[in-house]
Structures are given as C-alpha cells and as structure tokens.
T-cell receptor, first 116, second 113 residues
Framework: AQTVTQSQPEMSVQEAETVTLSCTYD???????LFWYKQPPSRQMILVIRQEAYKQQNATENRFSVNFQKAAKSFSLKISDSQLGDAAMYFCAYRFLNFGNEKLTFGTGTRLTIIP | EAGVAQSPRYKIIEKRQSVAFWCNPI?????LYWYQQILGQGPKLLIQFQNNGVVDDSQLPKDRFSAERLKGVDSTLKIQPAKLEDSAVYLCASSLRGGQPQHFGDGTRLSIL
C-alpha cells in the first residue's frame, strides 16, 4: 500500500523568507503523480503544485517549487518570499497514474505559520 | 466558474442518529469523490463516482455509510447510525474526468455527541 509521510507537524517562517516542507512516500509503482495541497481555516483543499513522476524537471508555480528526488522517494515544497496568506495546513499527496484509480493518498499535514 | 458546493457547513448530532451531506460538483465534472478527514489527519477517500457509477468504495464502512449519485450530478453521503468515531470533516471533490486535478469543496464538519 502507498504511504505518505510528513515528519514536520508544524513549521514557522518569517514573512518574506523561504521555507521548505518535507514529504516522503512509499510506492512500488514507477509512474505516479505527487501533489501539494494547501488547506486554510476555510477547510477547502487548494492545489498548490503537481509533479508527474516521469518528468525529471522539478515543477514550479510562481513562488512555489518542489525538489523531487525519485530514487529517494522524497518530494519537498519550497515557498519563497513567504506571505501572510501562505499560512495554512499543507498536505503532500500521492496518486496512481492510471485512470480508474485516482484516489489521493494524503500525509498528515504540516501547519505553516508566517511570522510578520 | 462556480466551485464545488457542499451543505450543511456544520452538523451536530447524537450518536446513533442519522445524518446526510450533500455535494454539487463543478458543472460538467464527471468524477466525484467523498473524503473523510479526521482531526489531525489527512483526508481519506471514502468513495469515488464516475458519472453515476461507483469506481472505488473499498474504504467506505458499508454497514453504516451509503452514498449515491443518481443522475450523475449531485451526490448525497449518509451515515446511519452515527458513531463517535465518525466525527470528522467530510470533503467532496470533483474532476472533469478521471486523471484530471480534483477540486474540493469547503467540507461539512460533523460532530457526534
């Protein structure tokens, strides 16, 4: 079974600084998707960034980027120039590549606090 | 584009009572998911629909949970009878079709007394 582990229950960062959230996963598959979702107090899960395992290039979305190490099964999220609106729970998630099995397997989350 | 709509936003019931949650996905989205998020954990998939057919319900406690999506649009998740361990946030998500990114609603927070 696939598992996703987030070893940092809480992280904090000064506004405008950079922070990295860690995620490791376990799978026997060679092709899959990895995601980072943000969950503010409103509870809605918001997709931050997505990485396809068959792509060697790390995904980037504005201030958000990932460090994907397939052999190490590691998928960290880097947030640059942190803003107050980035404060939320962040969840790492895994999904099979093939259609018909799209369930997301989530980690336990990291609570990110932004210090003004 | 209107997002995934869920209601109610909060629900408080006593154990052994029944409760139902409603979800209206984004227009045109064929795939609909129900997740359970217990406090301090990540969401866990309960059931996935493709149009009005069930794709995966392997983690749905079928002795007490049921879900339907009769016309392939909105969906209802029911718990009967509720247990204390069912206290959680129930999230609905939809995607255009299998393989596309999932869009989540705001969830329903269920408290069991």
């Amino acid at each position: 079974a696939q598992t996703v582990t987030q070893s940092q229950p809480e992280m904090s960062v000064q506004e405008a600084e950079t922070v990295t959230l860690s995620c490791t996963y376990d799978t026997s598959e060679s092709d899959y998707y990895l995601f980072w979702y943000k969950q503010p107090p409103s509870r809605q899960m918001i997709l931050v960034i997505r990485q396809e395992a068959y792509k060697q290039q790390n995904a980037t979305e504005n201030r958000f980027s990932v460090n994907f190490q397939k052999a190490a099964k590691s998928f960290s999220l880097k947030i640059s120039d942190s803003q107050l609106g980035d404060a939320a729970m962040y969840f790492c998630a895994y999904r099979f590549l093939n259609f018909g099995n799209e369930k997301l397997t989530f980690g336990t989350g990291t609570r990110l606090t932004i210090i003004p | 584009e209107a997002g995934v709509a869920q209601s109610p936003r909060y629900k408080i019931i006593e154990k052994r009572q029944s409760v139902a949650f409603w979800c209206n996905p984004i227009s045109g989205h064929a795939t609909l998911y129900w997740y359970q998020q217990i406090l301090g954990q990540g969401p866990k998939l309960l059931i996935q629909f493709q149009n009005n057919g069930v794709v995966d319900d392997s983690q749905l406690p079928k002795d007490r949970f049921s879900a339907e999506r009769l016309k392939g649009v909105d969906s209802t998740l029911k718990i009967q009878p509720a247990k204390l361990e069912d206290s959680a946030v129930y999230l609905c998500a939809s995607s255009l079709r299998g393989g596309q990114p999932q869009h989540f609603g705001d969830g329903t927070r269920l408290s069991i007394l």
